[in-house]
Each structure stands twice: as C-alpha cells, then as structure tokens.
C-alpha cells in the first residue's frame, strides 16, 4: 500500500532529478508531463535571464519515475491524473500540481508556469486505453464525448471463410475482441483505410505476448490447429507459467510457437478491417 511518505519521496525524487538537469544561471523552471494509456510526453521549460528556453530531453529514468507517481497515486474509483505539472524556482523551492478532470493534450512547447505554447490533441483511442488501465465511476462529459466521436464501428459480422472454423473458440474469441481494439487504437481517431492487417496482426502478436503466460499461446496454437489452420503443434520444454513476453525472449522454440500465429492473426485483422463501418 503507498503511503504518503512514498508519495512525498517519490515527489522528492523527481524535483531532485530536475533541480540537477538546469545549469546554472536560471530562475524559474517547469515540467509538464501527459500520460495516456502506453504513451507519455514530458517537456521542459527553463527561464534565464527573463528568456525561456527548452530544457533538454527526457531521460528514461525520468519517465519511469513520473509514470510511477502516477500509478501510486491512482484511485480506483477515480481513475488518474491526466497531466502534471511541477513548478521550480532557483531558491530551491518547488510544487507539483496534477489535473485530474480537464482535458489533456500533449505537450510540444511549455512555458515556466507550465502552460502549453505548443501542443497536438489526444484522441479517442487513447482515451479509452487509458480507461481500461485506470476507470473511473464518473467520467468527465468531454471525455465520454470524445471517445464515442473517436470510435470506430465495426458491423456484427460472424467469421467467415476458413476462419469460421475458430468460431466456437474461446481463446480466439478474446483475440478477436483485442484485434478490433488494436484496429480502433491504430487508427488514432482517424481512417482506417491505410491499415496494414500485417501491422495489425503485429501489435495483436505484441499484446497477447506482454498480457498472458505461455499456456495461453500453447491453447491459441492448439484450437489454431483444431481448426485446421496452423500444423502440428508441439509443446516447448519450458515452464508455461511464466510470462510470455519472457519466454519468447529466452527460448527460440517457444518463439517460433508464437510467431505461428501470425498467418492466422493476419487473415483475422484483415476481416475485421473489412467489417469497418465508414464514417
């Protein structure tokens, strides 16, 4: 459980970072960091002199750390925060502040009291990635509207061709769901005409790699293979349990498993592209 003190550190760590990036001369400093879903820009201010200048970018260790303070500091009723901002001045003195309900956008130029000068929209789909990390019971009514505007409609189609055999699975009837979501989160708010079932089929691959254990892509390959659309599957000699972003890392033939997915995640994506309603 985090506790204030965790927070107050943690808080601590991340000033201290940015105290030691400003070389002297200076006044007065900002950051502002978004984090939406997967995706998070941080962008620097620094005034000197009474000119504002960029302040370099962001490590990585700078990002892990202010990704972790949001995740701590996240409600599971409430969600949390979309955009913090953490002001500084040459004295030493400094003070967060977090936006929970307004709407975000991602940060290109800040200005020292962490206003944006510069900045691109968030859309849609990185609203809705970022609702299934952290809901809310209440969302804010620009951020329903923005995500159902952003929302790509797909027709109530059922499998059809040689992938109708994969109809009474389980397993690919959660893939399926993850490859229309992939669809709606490439496609950024926009069209999905330019869509590639190649890419798609990638990121799926991605997904279902970073969010199970290897038992669950031996069960993929089994019905894949019940179903008559992958060959023979033999089993790896490796611990099943553990995760299978791990095992596809470390082990070549667990890795050569997987990736017999992907023909069949291919022809997957490019069915559920053509099931797109136009907008």
Same mark, same amino acid.
């Given at each position: ?18 105290? &030691?990036? $400003? &070389? ?11 984090? !939406? ?19 370099? /970018? ?10 972790? $303070? ?6 599971? =009723?409430?969600?949390?925060?979309? %955009? ?29 009291? #962490?206003? !944006? ?13 970022? /609702?299934? @990390?952290?809901?809310?019971?209440? +969302? ?5 509207? @923005? ?11 059922? !499998?059809? #061709? ?5 109809? #009474? ?17 490439? =496609?950024?708010?926009? #069209?999905? +005409?330019? /869509? ?10 991605? +997904?279902?790699?970073?969010? %199970? ?32 972003? /791990?095992?596809?890392?470390? &082990?070549? &033939?667990?890795?050569? !498993? ?9 022809? $997957? ?11």
């Amino acid at each position: 459980m985090t506790t204030l003190d965790d927070l107050s550190a943690l808080q601590n760590q991340i000033a201290t970072m940015t105290f &030691d990036r $400003l &070389d002297e001369p200076w006044s007065r400093a900002a950051a502002v960091y978004v984090e !939406l879903g997967v995706t998070a820009r941080l962008e620097y201010a620094v005034e000197r002199a009474g000119v504002t200048t960029h302040a370099g /970018l962001p490590t990585a260790v700078e990002f892990e750390a202010w990704e972790a $303070l949001r995740s701590r500091m996240a409600e599971p =009723a409430r969600g949390a925060w979309l %955009t913090a901002r953490l002001l500084l001045d040459a004295s030493g003195r400094y003070r967060f502040e977090f936006d929970r309900d307004r709407e975000p956008a991602w940060p290109v130029a800040v200005d020292v009291d #962490g206003a !944006l000068l510069e900045s691109r929209p968030v859309t849609g789909a990185d609203l809705r990635d970022d /609702l299934r @990390r952290y809901p809310r019971v209440d +969302e804010p009514a620009w951020m329903r509207a @923005r995500i159902d505007a952003d929302a790509v409609v797909f027709m109530d189609a059922d !499998l059809q #061709g040689a992938l109708v055999s994969l109809t #009474g699975s389980t397993n690919w009837g959660i893939v399926r769901r993850l490859t229309r979501e992939t669809i709606e989160s490439l =496609a950024g708010g926009g #069209g999905t +005409e330019d /869509l590639d079932p190649a890419d798609v089929a990638g990121s799926v691959l991605a +997904e279902v790699l970073g969010s %199970t254990t290897g038992i669950h892509v031996v069960r993929l390959l089994r019905d894949a293979e019940s179903a008559g659309l992958v060959g023979s599957v033999s089993v790896p000699d490796v611990d099943l349990e553990r995760p299978s972003y /791990l095992l596809a890392g470390e &082990d070549d &033939d667990f890795r050569a !498993l997987a990736v017999r997915a992907v023909p069949v995640l291919e022809q $997957l994506a490019a069915f559920e592209l053509s099931n797109v309603v136009a907008r």
